[in-house]
């Protein structure tokens, strides 16, 4: 059986040994060996370094997610052979396409991200400018650029597939090449994986390497620009966090690692009703999918003590009616675990977990299985145990990581709390109930030990994803034992990837850097109205300055009357002055607004196609009748979007009265068009 190969330096790397044979967790035959051997890890972050990072700087945000697109459309069309290897990993159908779809979920999820959220530009700008002078011309503003390093990821077996790409795509969008070292078990599938991501030709020549078998000496070239994400067990997170290269480097290290999720069933819950069916179902779906071996998986289901026969009776019937077996067969719905070793791994865990309470459901020694060897292949039986004293140590601190969960019962809401952080931090956790308050003091009270947690009723059932479902917009990671660090969240994931500086600067210079106007930065008042240049004539800092046009109180009268804004500022002179804010009637802030429009609208049809909004809107100043009023409109920021005729359009608006005073500012959003024929 030949040794998979590794992608290092732009080429497939043959192992120069015979390598270890990784087997199929249904059948037990060899699927492939694997090694290392022969890498020079030094030259594979080189490579990272040299011919990956500057290859993805010259892209912008836009530029990258639309590769991820493009990447996700083409994974989803071999979608079908990635099934095919996942069934030899022991999961099912319904394993695969968690773990395969999911995956490629990520690359469609942060590639949406990127166009809506992140500039069409190479530096993200966070935050407001800061003044940090009297006058204007000192100014602060935060920028995040990619660090000029590798990402390396070191991936656990359960998720061959979900695992690699939801850190690939955070990384590969803030413009940082990944290092992809899957875990033995399943390393076929992730191989297999890298292959189509390579043959695609979509990605830029040492964005993404893989390396199968250990990392060698790879860590002992790590530097400060470098990440490294790890997910797998706390023991070997905490030995690779405190490599000595990491510390003195200050290599920035996430860990996901051991977590002993709980579900909590509401006290407000009877048999029969929505929120208990739902938490029996839930509880025994996380039981079973991926044979269990999910870091998110409920391993203690906390219930109210009167309610204790109840849940078990129904989890234990429910489990009854799951067919374990061979995950091509149809009527399957839980497969093997990874590995005959990792199964030893489990029974070693359940040993002490036996040691507190007694098991309910299954035979850790037997299992009847359809069409397969129990024997040759990883079969394991569900384990439902039950706990009758919920400060027995075990069930808090031992994770038999497979299809087991352990019900305990509690007495009050604030011992259920205390029985959910005893975990010490977990990944997920989850509270089924209908009563809000119970799920507020639960939530708040668990929170700080806990990375994600679902409430469930029977308002949500129907769109919730399930409590150990990972979503893309939301961090995944958990505090404490769990590993204490965070991975996807939206821009926060991307962001993790970048460095975040502040710049101190005046205003031109601050506004040079970002590629945004900023206030005191120079105007360009030139001939032509700003409205009449397609989107490449445009420049950050062209402006219009329109007006002044007079408030008359026939003015505000008629607003309110056509309006039907009759507020009593604008209608009642004498309750207007009783006003602490006004001296007498106003004209509505809207009217201002709309007026200022009307100032320096362009009326021919022209490049600019919709206004589709207004941000950050602040009315400063009242406006009286026989005030003049003059706007000076500045485009701010200026966002091309990729593969479309048109592009967005950021402007300043700061009106101003008679008197120099800023009546209102905002920002007006606008959609202008390239120039006919332009799309890039």
């Known amino acids: 059986m030949a040794a998979l190969h590794s992608y290092v330096n732009g080429d497939w790397h043959v192992p120069s040994d015979g390598g270890m044979p990784v087997h199929d967790a249904v059948t037990g035959e060899e699927v492939a060996r694997i090694s290392s051997a022969g890498i020079d890890m030094a030259a594979v972050l080189d490579h990272g370094r040299r011919r990956g990072g500057p290859a993805l700087a010259e892209l912008t945000f836009h530029q990258r997610a639309a590769l991820l697109k493009s990447l996700a459309s083409y994974l989803r069309e071999h979608r079908e052979e990635l099934y095919a290897l996942s069934a030899r990993t022991g999961a099912t159908l319904g394993d695969s396409t968690f773990d ?30 800061e003044p940090l002078g009297k006058g204007g011309t000192f100014v602060g503003q935060h920028v995040c650029t990619p660090l000029r390093g590798v990402a390396v990821q070191i991936n656990a077996f359960n998720f061959p597939v979900w695992g690699p790409l939801e850190k690939f795509a955070p990384a590969f969008l803030a413009g940082v090449p990944s290092v992809i070292k899957p875990a033995t078990q399943t390393a076929y599938l992730t191989h297999r994986l890298v292959e189509l991501m390579v043959s695609s030709g979509l990605l830029p020549e040492g964005s993404v390497q893989l390396i199968c078998g250990g990392v060698g000496d790879l860590f002992d070239h790590l530097t400060d620009q470098d990440l490294v994400s790890f997910t797998g067990s706390a023991a070997t997170g905490q030995r690779l966090r405190t490599h000595p290269v990491v510390a003195a480097n200050s290599v920035r290290f996430t860990v996901e690692a051991d977590s002993l999720n709980c579900s909590i069933l509401g006290p407000d819950t009877e048999p029969g ?19 269990g071996q999910k870091c998110t998986a409920i391993r203690r289901a906390l219930v109210p003590a009167n309610r204790i026969d109840d849940v078990v009776a129904a989890a234990t019937a429910r489990l009854a009616k799951v067919v374990v077996g061979n995950p091509a067969s149809p009527e399957v719905r839980m497969g ?3 590995s005959l070793e990792q199964r030893e791994e489990v029974r070693r865990s359940l040993k002490a977990l036996l040691e507190a309470g007694t098991l309910v459901y299954g035979d850790p020694e037997r299992v009847e299985v359809v069409d397969a060897d129990p024997e040759r292949g990883a079969f394991l039986s569900p384990l439902l145990l039950r706990c009758d004293d919920p400060d027995q140590p075990q069930p808090h601190e031992v994770e038999a990581f497979g299809p087991v969960s352990t019900v305990l019962p509690y007495q009050t809401t604030a011992q259920a709390v205390d029985l959910a952080r005893r975990g010490r931090g977990s990944l997920a956790g989850s509270v089924v109930t209908a009563d809000t308050d119970f799920a507020r003091e639960v939530v708040l009270g668990a929170a700080s030990r806990h990375g994600r947690m679902l409430v469930l009723n029977r308002h949500n059932a129907q769109e919730n994803t399930g409590h150990g ?26 962001l993790h990837h970048m460095q975040r500086t502040a710049v101190q600067a005046d205003p031109a210079v601050l506004s040079a850097i970002t590629g945004q106007w900023v206030t005191g930065a120079p105007r360009n008042t030139g001939d032509q109205h700003p409205f009449r240049k397609y989107l490449e004539e445009l420049r950050v800092g062209d402006t219009v300055v329109a007006g002044p046009r007079r408030v008359t109180m026939e003015d505000i009268e008629h607003f309110a009357e056509f309006t039907g804004d009759t507020f009593y500022a604008h209608t009642d002179e004498e309750a207007a002055r009783a006003n602490p804010f006004f001296d007498g009637r106003v004209a509505h802030g809207y009217l201002v607004v709309s007026f200022a429009a009307g100032l320096f609208v362009d009326p021919d049809p022209g490049p600019v196609l919709a206004n589709y909004g207004l941000e950050n809107l602040r009315f400063l100043t009242p406006t009286y009748p026989g005030d003049e009023i003059t706007v000076t409109m500045t485009a701010k920021q200026i966002t091309p979007r990729v593969g479309a005729e048109h592009g967005e359009v950021r402007w300043d608006v700061d009106v101003t009265n008679q008197d120099g005073a800023s009546v209102a500012k905002y920002d007006v959003l606008t959609l202008v068009a390239k120039r006919p024929g332009e799309q890039g």
């Open 100 to 129: 395969v779809d999911g995956g490629i979920g990520v690359l469609f999820s942060y590639s949406s991200k990127g166009r809506r959220e992140l500039p069409n530009d190479t530096v993200y700008v966070e935050g407001p400018v």
């Open 273 to 291: 009703s929505a929120e208990f069916d739902l938490f029996v179902k839930q509880l025994v779906t996380e039981m079973t999918v991926k044979a």
């Open 336 to 338: 093997a675990l990874a």
């Open 469 to 494: 479902s990972p979503l893309p917009a939301l961090v995944h990671g958990g505090p404490g034992r769990a590993g204490g660090g965070e991975e996807m969240g939206g821009v926060r994931g991307v």
